[in-house]
């Protein structure tokens, strides 16, 4: 085989490729498939997709189920699934009010779960992070205690982060170029680790895509917590803009001369419809988020909206008062309506997209994961 450069496709990629071809199959099936579907669906030949299949269960990623008993001629064929016990994912999330932590296996389940309630504006960067670094570590001996592997962690912050883990600004944290990936990795659990940051609303938007198989690939992801973050989701891929900062939906201008915001400017919709806005009256934090939300789906024609963090257990409360600033001001509501709901993954999102990004990484590229599989 040869690749576009005229070289030859070392045997390693490819074989590493049709590691990932098969995992993925499997992952994305809605039963158990047996070698012979894999082939089917893949067009490898049944024998390579049952070496590669042999490969995957050494390496611990998959499991072969026993074939339910059945009468008759021909001997049934054996499931595939993804393997509760392989590597599993660590996400972490920092919010202004708590901080979370959360382990999830290759199947997606939430084996566990930590949530520490405090107001880290009360806390320096390095003492939230230290705090973050205890629970990290008391859901890593969680999970050990289970017997699994963690593959890596990632964490959600509330702000506009690099691409190399520097949380450039977290206005409603109060952090400035605060390198959260390196103080991570200083944190003993964590150590022997990768450990990745992102931003919150870009990782709930990720996890909310896959958990919902077979839903809209084209959305708008808005986390309301004290601050508001948008993940903006295109095709089947997040769109994080030119220089990755996309998203800022909280800072879009609901009301010139309104009140000032934490960024500088007046009226700001999270001064209208943030989780302390929210609760001092919800009706005008609907009809703020119904006037920012018309704005996008104007520029966009994204017509499904996902309401998640603190905005998914408010849903039925909101909905009212967002559909009608989307009725008045959405020039094409009448020839096809925006449909709004609330997160698959509630206010879990973004850390269950974090564990989620680390899964995926292994899914991608199984032969990366494991020695055996290289
Ligand atoms: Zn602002």
Redesign the pocket.
Known sequence: MMNASGSPVRQSSVRAHNLALVLQTVANSADQPSRAAIAASTGLTRATVSALVDDLIEGGLLVELEPAPRTGAGRPAAGLALAPDGPAGLGLEINVDYLAACVVDLTGAVRHRLVARADQRLLSPEAALAELGRLAAQARAAATIDGLTLAGAALAVPGLVTPDGLVRVA?NLGWQDVDAAQALRKVPALADLPVAVDNEANLAALGELRADHGGEPTFLYVSGEVGIGAGIVLDGELYRGGRGWSGEI??VTVFPDGRP?????NG????YAGQEAMAADADLAAAALGIALAAVVNLLDIDQIVLGGGYAPGFDRLRPGIEAELRRRVLTAELAPVTLRPATLGADAAMRGAADAVIRGVRDNPAAWSGRLG
């Not at 915001?261 to 400017?265: K, S, V």
């Not at 700001?268 to 001064?271: G, S």
Request: one cysteine or more; hydrophobic letters at 15%.
């Open positions: 206005p909280g800072h915001c934490r960024c500088g400017a700001c919709l999270e001064q």
